[in-house]
């Protein structure tokens, strides 16, 4: 009698850890939503032209490690609006790409809801020669507006996304460090205290990001910290994102293909 009913037991066991492993090693699907810094505009290989989305971006690199099948759809520019309306008149709404059965799905967006380029454009001071106003001065508290102003709206989104895909777990990534306090001007063209003045803006928005993503039943993927030994400044071939001037295919002020790569793995930590 004990000898059957260990047969049982053994039996149980074995096909219980067979369930286990088939269960972990089961591709998952992922799907990527989000803007340029998920895309990776410029980075090679480049397979789509208009959204300029890498296959080398974090999304694909995500997705090789965790054995999950890619439905990436990222695209350059994107804002919150273009998940459900057509991002140029011509880009299908990312939110499109969401299934029932989605089982993870990233969010990388908010950026361009700020308009926060718009700083990059008339805050650079190339000649040091050069005075004019500051960013702040330029800016004010305008983009401390634009984002709480962002905040209800990421928030319907991520409803948006549960309700679309109501088994996903969802993960809302964050933006990497674009300089250290007070930048590296001249070498990079915005003097210390227009560095300080965006990444400031940046670091405001992350928050936001993180608060609305813990209310709204989603995580949130910090990549900023990690990356702070790692901003624009850096030699090339420590820097996770490029400035002005790329040392390696990228677009200024995004992420070259090492950040995508270890954008990949911290975002890969969290989803398992």
């Known amino acids: 009698m004990l000898v059957r009913i260990m047969a049982v037991v053994l039996a149980l066991t074995t096909a219980g850890t067979s369930m286990s492993a088939t269960a972990a090693t089961r591709p998952r699907t992922l799907v990527a939503l989000g803007d340029s810094s998920a895309a ?19 999304p694909h690199l995500l997705a090789d490690r965790l054995g999950a099948a890619l439905t990436d759809v ?3 520019g994107a804002r919150i609006p273009d998940l459900t309306g057509r991002q140029l008149g011509t880009v299908p709404p990312q939110f499109d790409a969401l299934r029932r059965d989605t089982d993870l799905v990233t969010l990388a967006i908010s950026a361009n809801d700020i308009q926060l380029g718009a700083a990059f454009v008339t805050c650079a001071s190339p000649d040091p020669a050069t005075t004019g106003p500051t960013c702040r001065e330029q800016w004010g508290d305008t983009f401390a507006t634009r984002i709480r ?11 948006e996304i549960h309700r679309r895909a109501p088994r996903a777990r969802v993960l809302v990534v964050g933006y990497l460090t674009y300089w250290r306090p007070g930048g590296c001007y001249p070498a990079d063209p915005f003097r210390p205290a227009d560095a300080d003045y965006i990444q400031t803006a940046f670091d405001q928005l992350m928050a936001m990001m993180a608060r609305v993503a813990r209310l709204n039943g989603a995580s949130y993927v910090d990549i900023r910290g990690p990356s702070a030994r790692h901003d624009l400044c850096e030699p090339p071939p420590r820097r ?9 295919p ?5 992420p070259n293909a090492t950040g995508m790569a270890e954008a990949a793995l911290i975002i890969a930590h969290h989803a398992r």
């Open 40 to 58: 990776g505009p410029l980075i090679p290989e480049q397979i789509d032209p208009v959204c300029l989305r890498s296959d080398h971006d974090w």
């Open 74 to 76: 990222t695209c350059s």
């Open 149 to 159: 102003d962002t905040a209800p709206q990421l928030a319907a989104a991520l409803t």
């Open 240 to 248: 996770w994102l490029e400035g002005a001037t790329p040392a390696s």
């Open 250 to 254: 990228a677009y200024p002020y995004h």
